[in-house]
T-cell receptor, first 113, second 116 residues
Framework: SQQGEEDPQALSIQEGENATMNCSYK?????LQWYRQNSGRGLVHLIL?????REKHSGRLRVTLDTSKKSSSLLITASRAADTASYFC?????????????FGKGTKLTVNP | DTGVSQDPRHKITKRGQNVTFRCDPI?????LYWYRQTLGQGPEFLTY????????KSRLLSDRFSAERPKGSFSTLEIQRTEQGDSAMYLC??????????????FGSGTRLTVV
């Protein structure tokens, strides 16, 4: 089952522009996480926002969380060619004694120099 | 500790052969996860260990798949009688145990499996 669903699926912008990616999820969560993946590589954890937080910043990244709408957004400001990657949101799913992150399909971001 | 290590990075095998992948998590992390990722998709959960106990196994994991974490440290994922549909990137991740709060995962670089 997919917990996170990103939008758009692909985004192409020019260097210096801002990039916004959105994520919707299905169940109540205690946090939501964003990851980045360069082509053919593993995922890198970017930022975690807790359910009692509405906004969080980390460098050029800004994440918002709206628990009433079950949605989150990731904003990358002043984008660089090196930001080209796929970005995934992930939400925790707890079932019985097991806990795991469930990922969406991702947004493929291309930043053109 | 340089992070999560996966071996091999690439594996090409003939259909019907068995393959085994290894994952070495961050030593302080007692949670270990295996995911599978196909082109253009997000990672799909396969299985989860807390220490040496396998706590969950996805329905995606047929009986041809088995995973172990014998001493609560490294883990292996074995696929028997491989099929072309098994071709994917197999990702391992680890995280510390922090009660009910799921923290960020540290992923390895993955093992890319190609079944020909």
């Amino acid at each position: 089952s997919q917990q996170g669903e990103e939008d758009p699926q692909a985004l192409s912008i020019q260097e210096g522009e801002n990039a916004t990616m959105n994520c919707s999820y299905k169940t109540s969560i205690n946090n939501l996480q964003w990851y980045r993946q360069n082509s053919g590589r593993g995922l890198v954890h970017l930022i975690l926002i807790r359910s009692n937080e509405r906004e969080k910043h980390s460098g050029r990244l800004r994440v918002t969380l709206d628990t009433s709408k079950k949605s989150s957004s990731l904003l990358i400001t002043a984008s660089r060619a090196a930001d080209t990657a796929s970005y995934f949101c992930a939400a925790p799913l707890t079932q019985g004694g097991s806990e795991k992150l469930v990922f969406g399909k991702g947004t493929k971001l291309t930043v053109n120099p | 500790d340089t992070g999560v290590s996966q071996d091999p990075r690439h594996k090409i095998t003939k259909r019907g052969q068995n393959v085994t992948f290894r994952c070495d998590p961050i030593s302080e992390h007692n949670r270990l996860y295996w995911y599978r990722q196909t082109l253009g998709q997000g990672p799909e959960f396969l299985t989860y260990f807390q220490n040496e106990a396998q706590l969950e196994k996805s329905r995606l994991l047929s009986d041809r798949f088995s995973a172990e974490r014998p001493k609560g440290s490294f883990s292996t994922l074995e696929i028997q009688r491989t099929e072309q549909g098994d071709s994917a990137m197999y990702l391992c991740a680890s995280s510390p145990s922090t009660g009910r709060l799921i923290t960020g995962y540290t992923f390895g670089s993955g093992t890319r499996l190609t079944v020909v």
